[in-house]
Structures are given as C-alpha cells and as structure tokens.
C-alpha cells in the first residue's frame, strides 16, 4: 500500500472513529440546586421529554435526594439541545458520555 | 396580605395581584433584573472539556441571554399594564421561567447554596422581606404550575 493510500486509510479510519463518538448516546443531567421548586422541575421535565407525571416526579426526586439524574440519553445534538432547553428554564444541566 | 390569584380560564391562565403585590413586584424586577445576566448560574456550562464548552456557548450563550431578557420583560409589561393579566399558554410560560431567573437571583443575593436553608430561619423572618419576597415569588410560580397543568 502507498504511503498515500495508507494516510487515506487512516484519515478514513480516523474519521469513522470520530463519527462514532459523535453518535454514541450522551447523557443528559440534571443537578440539585436548593431554589428552584419541586413542582417547576417536575413541570419542566414533563414539557421538554414527554414524561408521564409519575416518571418526572420520579426524576425530580432523584435530583433532590442524590444530587443529579440522567433525564434523557441522546445523540449529542438533540442531547446539546435538550441541555440549552433545560438552561433556558433555569435548570443546571450538563451533558456527560454515556 | 392576600395573595395572588392564579386560574385557568380555558385555554388561558388568569392572574390577579394585589396592588400591593403589583408594586412588591415590580421593584423585584428593579433591584434584580440587573443582577441577573452576572449571575454565578447565569450562564451554566454544558460540558467539562474546554474547547466542547466554547463551542456550546459560542451556539446558544446570548440566546440563553435574549430569552431570559425577554421573559423578564414580558413579565415587566403585563405588571405595568394592569393588576388583572390573561396569559397565553405560552405567555404563562416566560411567567415561569422568568419568576424561576428572579427566585435564583434573590437566593443567591441571599447566600442560599445548600439545602435546607427554610429550616435555618423563623417563623418572623419568613414573613419579612427579603425571605417573604422570595415566598410571593414561590406563590406565583406554584400557581402558574399548577393552572398550566389542568387537562
């Protein structure tokens, strides 16, 4: 194989490895903070993923009693999305690799 | 001192507050709108690698400014305009978020950081400002959730 070709191969390997860490599931988390209401998060989780009111306060609670919870696992853009929603309503979020 | 009344009227939501309130709330907004863009949670990071984080806020940071600007000034006209305000679902909304920007302002003016802070203080100071601002606050955005959440 060229020395060409060869780069090519590994440009292209490269480039694969990288995509497929773009698209692995990232987590979206939400932490505690001692402000915001119980009943806002609950709400806020409802409105951005669809959950079932039993789900998010379930997911609320986690928040409140551990510190943190994954609310959603995405591909990174909707994850990214979902994070500047939840910073929209206030909410300290983060996104972490799954 | 009565309380805000918050209801659903249909697809609407309905607020009446004191003039009292009216007033209270408005001088929230003076004292806090300017705090609030240099904020510690005011610009929250998404991720813990640097150049990721740049590249997040470089996206969204002065949306997250804008909005929260705009949700505070909704909040400003429909207090100005009257005592008896009828809100857009979507309008109810900004309400929330922006009393949510107003409630971690005042907290963090405060020195609230951990949890547990309610049961640090009495009964008395509860129901004085600044801890009985924060309660109006807490009030309204209990009864915008609760009015936006009737089927």
């Known amino acids: 194989m060229s020395a060409i070709n060869e780069l090519a191969v590994k440009q292209t390997d490269s480039e694969h490895k990288n995509k497929v860490r773009r698209d692995r599931p990232w987590q979206v988390v939400v932490w505690n903070d001692p402000v915001t209401l119980m009943s806002y998060v609950v709400f806020v989780f409802r409105r951005l993923f669809a959950y079932d009111l039993a789900t998010a306060t379930r997911l609320m609670l986690q928040v409140h009693n551990e510190g943190k919870a994954v609310v959603a696992t995405e591909p990174r853009e909707r994850a990214e999305v979902a994070v500047a929603q939840l910073h929209a309503h206030g909410l300290q979020a983060t996104l972490a690799r799954d | ?151």
Request: hydrophobic content about 45%.
């Open chain 2, 1 to 151: 001192m009565s309380l805000a009344q918050i209801n659903r009227q249909g697809e609407l939501v309905y607020v009446r507050v004191s003039r009292g309130e009216r007033r209270a709330l408005l001088q929230i907004l003076d004292r806090l709108e300017p705090l609030v863009d240099h904020s510690q949670w005011a610009r929250p990071r998404a991720y813990q690698e640097e150049e990721d984080e740049a590249e997040f806020q470089r996206l969204v940071g002065t949306d997250l400014a804008d909005s929260r600007a705009a949700d505070l000034a909704q909040v400003r006209e429909a207090l100005e305009s009257d005592e008896r305000i009828l809100l857009s679902p979507d309008g109810a909304i900004a309400w929330l978020r922006a009393l949510n920007v107003l409630r971690l302002a005042l907290a963090e003016r405060l020195g609230i950081t951990a949890d547990g802070w309610e049961e640090q203080h009495t009964l008395q100071e509860h129901r004085r400002p600044p801890l009985a601002t924060l309660h109006l606050l807490s009030w309204i955005q209990e009864g915008l959730v609760e009015a936006l959440s009737v089927s």
